[in-house]
């Protein structure tokens, strides 16, 4: 059971890699993107990701929590140093990523997306092309990417190795 | 030295998985028809991927191979097995891939292709239609990826 177990995590850490890949390639190409139209077709390719990344994530969590009872590994600080590093990932990664997008998606289509907060004011005119090239080099595919590969390193190496 | 190599093994699977996934999207969003200026960005997307998709790739496969020797692997039928499964959806999302992309992107690019039969060189449009499908590519791809994880995971032969 416990095999079958780690079976499922990995390979839903797999799937969940091979999704969110679309989304950080979609990240790296925006920066280059001066056209509204080539800029619409990434942002899709990234809410397609984005609809599928929650079910690989979803079972990863899952399996992991029941490992975590199964293995008995709750009393032990690797797990806990891995949930902590996951964690601090996600919180720069959504709370960058997401905003970034919504405020492209806003500024291209005023219409159809609302703003990323309620605080900012909702445009009722598509931005012009200064402003689209602004948000754009808002982008940080490089940072983010960098937490993210460092983390995951971090947290397989907590994982792997149990050291503490 | 074996722990490192297999973590380092896992990492790469990792990576080129996020490579390789940017390349499974173009796939899907070539099926909702973009235009000639969306196909542009889709292709940046490729080209992105198609660059980091390799390293990961060779990386893995050099681990693979250490690991083989250093846990003496070599001659147990598992890895063989594995191996032959990861070139077999290799070769085949490789050619039905390749297919799939050229007549997606000349489409978009050029819409008097969109008029063009499906069908071509004796094999039906049911059967191309099946075949060349970002469904049945991610579905090959899962599928034997949770074989190859179950054979090096639990090495049964």
Do not use: C
Request: no cysteine; aromatic share 14%; glycine share 10%.
């Amino acid at each position: 059971m416990y095999s079958a177990l780690r079976f499922l995590h990995v390979f839903s850490a797999f799937a969940f890699f091979l999704i969110h890949g679309a989304t950080a390639a979609a990240m790296f190409a925006l920066k280059r993107e001066r056209d509204p139209k080539r800029v619409e077709g990434l942002l899709e390719i990234r809410d397609f990701a984005t609809k599928w990344m929650g079910i690989p994530l979803g079972v990863l969590f899952i399996s992991g929590i029941v490992m975590g009872f199964m293995g008995r590994w709750w009393n032990q600080t690797w797990i806990w140093l891995a949930i902590g590093v996951f964690l601090a990932i996600s919180f720069p990664m959504s709370g960058f990523g997401r905003p970034y997008h919504d405020r492209l998606w806003h500024a291209l289509d005023p219409q159809g997306h609302a703003p990323p907060t309620k605080k900012e004011p909702r445009r009722t005119e598509p931005a012009t092309t200064e402003e689209l090239l602004s948000l754009l080099g808002k982008g940080r595919p490089m940072l983010l990417t960098a937490i993210g590969v460092v983390g995951l390193g971090v947290i397989l190496w907590l994982m792997m190795f149990k050291p503490f | 030295m074996y722990e490192w190599l297999r973590f380092l093994h896992v990492l790469s699977a990792m990576a080129y998985f996020l490579f390789h996934g940017a390349v499974a999207s173009v796939t899907f969003a070539l099926r909702r028809e973009p235009g000639p200026k969306r196909i542009d960005a889709l292709s940046a997307v490729m080209v992105l991927a198609y660059k980091g998709a390799p390293i990961a790739g060779v990386m893995l496969v050099l681990t693979g191979i250490l690991l083989g020797f250093l846990g003496r692997w070599w001659g147990d039928r598992w890895l063989w097995t594995s191996l032959g499964l990861l070139l077999m959806i290799g070769v085949l999302m490789n050619r039905l891939g390749k297919a799939y992309m050229t007549e997606g992107f000349a489409r978009a690019t050029n819409p008097a292709v969109q008029i063009q039969p499906q069908a071509r060189a004796g094999i039906s449009g049911g059967v191309r239609a099946f075949f060349l499908n970002p469904m049945f590519f991610a579905a090959t791809g899962m599928i034997g990826l949770a074989i190859i994880l179950w054979l090096m995971m639990f090495k049964p032969l």
